[in-house]
């Protein structure tokens, strides 16, 4: 699933629609119409004033009161219409039996984009209030744009959270945006074991920064492609090269030479190297 980077890069590649009119916003799977408020009807010769990002969630945003919140979830995706990016079969056969992964089109003036999801899990959420929605949600502050609520929020929790760090930083209500792939860097670059309690977690402050530093620096490189993450120009991100564990299992740590270890907790995933994340805690 993307998560902040590839989202934020997202919204940036993006940006060339803000300003245009959307004469009309066509739902092919009514399934992607998800806990919506309003109706696509709603938005038709809506210009769209703002493309942004809270967490791993996309907000287009065409008035206060008219607000789509998307949330791309494993293989969605912006693309141009007609891109060369859409399978050959979808291309050449719009109306065949694969037409339900392009989920919607949003007919904007001079510049008609799809929303191409082959797995179907993506959501679009038309609603008319944008605070209440997240609130509603339980999504914490963002850590970017609302960067001191977001230190407030995970500092505040952390010291006296008994859960183990990693699925701490995976719940959203607590750190909205870090996904598996930044939260194993991050612990990885602190050496911090993943099971360790998270009030146990000895420099919080310095987590966060590094949390916040790792984030920075993969909207730099455009996100991690892992497997077929592109923005909405095409584009792949490169941060993956930069990757010190995840998806490295059994490969050396750059750091030691020790292999990377991967484990499962809290049903995800988690890369770590056991020689730079020793364990530094009792169980009870």
Not at 105 to 121: C, E, G, K, L, S
Not at 145 to 173: G, M, N, T, V, W
Request: contains cysteine; charged residues 30%; positive net charge.
């Amino acid at each position: 699933m993307p998560e902040l980077p590839e989202v934020e890069n997202v919204a940036r590649s993006l940006k060339p629609l803000e300003g245009k009119r959307l004469a009309r916003l066509e739902v092919i799977d009514a399934r992607v119409w998800f806990e919506s408020q309003l109706d696509p009807l709603h938005f038709h010769r809506l210009s769209l004033s703002e493309v942004a990002r809270r967490g791993k969630y996309l907000v287009l945003r065409f008035s206060p009161e008219h607000v789509i919140v998307q949330h791309l979830r494993m293989t969605g995706k912006m693309l141009d219409d007609g891109s060369a990016l859409l399978p050959a079969l979808l291309r050449e056969d719009p109306e065949g039996p694969k037409r339900l992964q392009i989920r919607a089109r949003f007919h904007f003036d001079q510049r008609p984009m799809i929303f191409f999801d082959p797995r179907r899990f993506g959501t679009l959420t038309a609603i008319a209030d944008e605070d209440a929605f997240f609130a509603e949600k339980g999504i914490a502050p963002d850590p970017i744009h609302q960067e001191p609520a977001a230190r407030q929020l995970f500092l505040k929790r952390l010291k006296d959270s008994e859960r183990p760090i990693k699925p701490f930083l995976l719940d959203q209500s607590l750190a909205a945006g870090i996904g598996n792939i930044y939260a194993d860097e991050a612990l990885h670059r602190e050496g911090i074991h993943p099971e360790t309690p998270a009030h146990k977690v000895k420099h919080p402050e310095r987590l966060w920064e590094t949390v916040l530093e790792i984030l920075a620096r993969s909207i730099e490189a455009g996100g991690s492609s892992i497997i077929d993450y592109v923005n909405a120009e095409g584009l792949r991100g490169s941060f993956s090269a930069q990757h010190l564990v995840y998806g490295r299992e059994g490969e050396e740590c750059v750091s030691c030479r020790a292999p990377i270890r991967r484990i499962v907790l809290g049903g995800r995933s988690t890369h770590f190297c056991l020689h730079c994340q020793p364990k530094r805690f009792r169980r009870r």
